[in-house]
């Protein structure tokens, strides 16, 4: 659930940001009758991206033996490679989010033109959260806890978003993402580990020291229970990993975490304001 609930988090708060700025860039500029058709974008993206998640979590749901550890590597392997994207995009970019959607916004001389920038911008986040939580099902969550955090996760994005909106919260936008990227790079790792996994036992490497246990915890917190549950579902732990899976990890966390916070270039042009 810990997994399900950061992933909404993270991504419905992107969602609220998208669309404060369409909306407080149409009020100032005077611009308030085109306010329906950016609702009307937003709510066509999340019915397309909800009826998307249901039917994959339909055609992938019940699937067993090597289909299963094909599709549920596929979706880890999916999952992870796009929250490395998106985790690294925003430390790029965040800075000219605001700019970037406002041009768009005058671009859009017509309510329909309107419409498909607020559907594309929040389509993309929905899909990404889809993705993700797909992947944190397989990863170890339940179907039940990756609903029930989600589920948390866009209730407090939405509440939030709208405090921002409204000048009622002050939150540092720049340390939340910097923070739940770190955790979120962790939360990758973990699929990667579980993509090799998946696909070893595929392909049927079954011996071997690679193939041996890192470490095996078989009593205590770490081994069962609620601990046990929450390191699993948020940073892949196992009691008992495969060597390869746990230099999976590692090969995977170092880098990208060193991408992620290596100091960034100063910036060319000042700053732009991500919520009007």
Not at 70 to 95: C, D, H, K, P
Not at 129 to 145: I, K, M, N, R
Not at 237 to 258: H, K, L, N
Request: with cysteine; proline share 4%.
């Amino acid at each position: 659930m810990s997994a399900a609930f950061l992933i909404t988090l993270r991504e419905g708060l992107e969602i609220a940001i998208v669309l404060a700025i369409l909306v407080g860039y149409l009020v100032k500029t005077n611009r308030r009758d085109q306010l329906r058709a950016v609702w009307l974008g937003a709510g066509v993206a999340v019915v397309v991206c909800l009826i998307a998640g249901l039917i994959v979590n339909a055609l992938t749901d019940g699937l067993t033996g090597k289909a299963e550890q094909a599709v549920e590597g596929t979706l880890a392997l999916s999952a992870a490679l796009v929250l490395t994207y998106m985790i690294l995009w925003m430390r790029r970019n965040a800075r000219s989010m605001g700019g970037h959607l406002r041009s768009q916004v005058d671009g859009a001389q017509t309510a329909g033109a309107l419409a498909v920038v607020a559907f594309v911008g929040v389509a993309r986040e929905g899909f990404e959260t889809v993705l993700f939580l797909l992947g944190a099902e397989t990863g170890g969550s339940s179907g039940a806890q990756v609903v029930l955090g989600g589920l948390l996760g866009l209730t407090v994005s939405a509440v939030v978003g709208v405090l921002i909106y409204l000048g009622g919260a002050r939150i540092n936008l720049q340390k939340f993402f910097r923070y739940t990227g770190i955790v979120l790079i962790l939360f990758a790792a973990g699929l990667v580990g579980k993509a090799v996994h998946e696909f070893r036992e595929l392909l049927g490497f079954e011996n071997g020291w690679l193939i041996d246990p890192m470490w095996t915890v078989t009593s205590g917190v770490f081994a069962s229970g609620a601990v046990h549950d929450f390191l699993k579902g948020l940073f892949g732990w196992s009691p008992s990993p495969e060597r390869i899976r746990v230099i999976a990890y590692f090969a995977y966390a170092v880098p990208v975490m060193w991408l992620f916070l290596r100091p960034a270039p100063a910036p060319t042009t000042p700053p732009v304001d991500t919520v009007p």
